[in-house]
């Protein structure tokens, strides 16, 4: 059985001819290789796509996490910032009760240490109080001007009364004192005494002294006392003891 095909001694002009309606082989080569390359460069293409969308996240993911770093830092800076700040304000406060505490410890301090009261005992005469003021601290006081009102009453009272015994002096030394002296001229009647030892009436005195310490601080001391004749006893009043 003989294949189908040209005859050998087929026309030359009718091979060619159908050799050229043949497909060639380097021209599928060609495309397949162009195929080849396409596919290639769309591979490194999808490739850079997927490295540059990589690159965007961790860009987006080192930004976020650097954004979290700057939070952290600035909050620990603002801790440190506000430790800081109480630790100065501690500081300081600290410096003021050293202060406080030192001035306390080295400022002047008078108060009353003694009081005498001579009273006849059958009246008829003036009273006298000498009250004592000591400077019990270790500076001296200055600009000091102490006062001091006696009077009867019939309740115990430390209202100031007119017309004060006063004396002034510039300075008293530490462990030196001044002593203030009230000679009424009024007189303290028979019956009165009498009223007074039964506790009807009341023979009072209180006093203020003014002074400023070697800081420049004014001072006060208060005291307000009544006696009791018959007992020759001295006893404060509720109100009116008071020193700063």
């Known amino acids: 059985m003989r294949r189908k095909g040209l005859h050998p001694d087929a ?22 290789a162009a195929i080849l390359v396409a596919g290639m460069s769309a591979l490194f293409t999808y490739l850079q796509w997927m ?9 987006r993911e080192a930004a ?25 304000d501690i500081a300081a406060e600290s410096l003021k009760d050293s202060r406080r505490g030192f001035q306390i410890s080295e400022r002047p301090w008078l108060n009353v240490t003694n009081t005498n009261v001579t009273l006849p005992p059958d ?22 001007r102490v ?8 309740t115990i009272s430390d209202k100031l009364m007119p017309e004060p015994s006063s004396i002034s002096t510039s300075v008293v ?8 002296t009230n000679s009424p001229t009024w007189v303290v009647t028979p019956e009165q005494f009498k009223d007074i030892v039964a506790k009807k009436l009341f023979l009072c005195f209180h006093g203020i002294a003014e002074y400023d310490d070697v800081f420049g601080k004014r001072h006060l001391t208060k005291w307000c006392a009544y006696t009791v004749p018959d007992k020759t006893a001295i006893y404060p009043c509720t109100t009116g003891n008071s020193a700063n």
Do not use: C
């Open 123 to 144: 009246g008829g005469r003036p009273p006298r109080f000498d009250t004592t003021l000591t400077n019990s601290g270790k500076s001296p006081a200055y600009n000091v």
């Open 11 to 32: 026309p030359r002009a009718t091979i060619r001819a159908n050799m050229e309606d043949r497909p060639h082989h380097w021209t599928i080569g060609v495309s397949l």
């Open 64 to 88: 976020k996490d650097q954004g979290e770093d700057v939070k952290r830092s600035a909050q620990a800076a603002d801790r440190s910032a506000k430790a800081a700040e109480r630790s100065a």
């Open 173 to 180: 030394a530490p462990a030196s004192y001044v002593i203030m």
């Open 147 to 154: 006062r001091q009102w006696v009077f009867l009453a019939d």
């Open 51 to 59: 490295e540059a969308k990589q690159a965007r996240l961790d860009a």
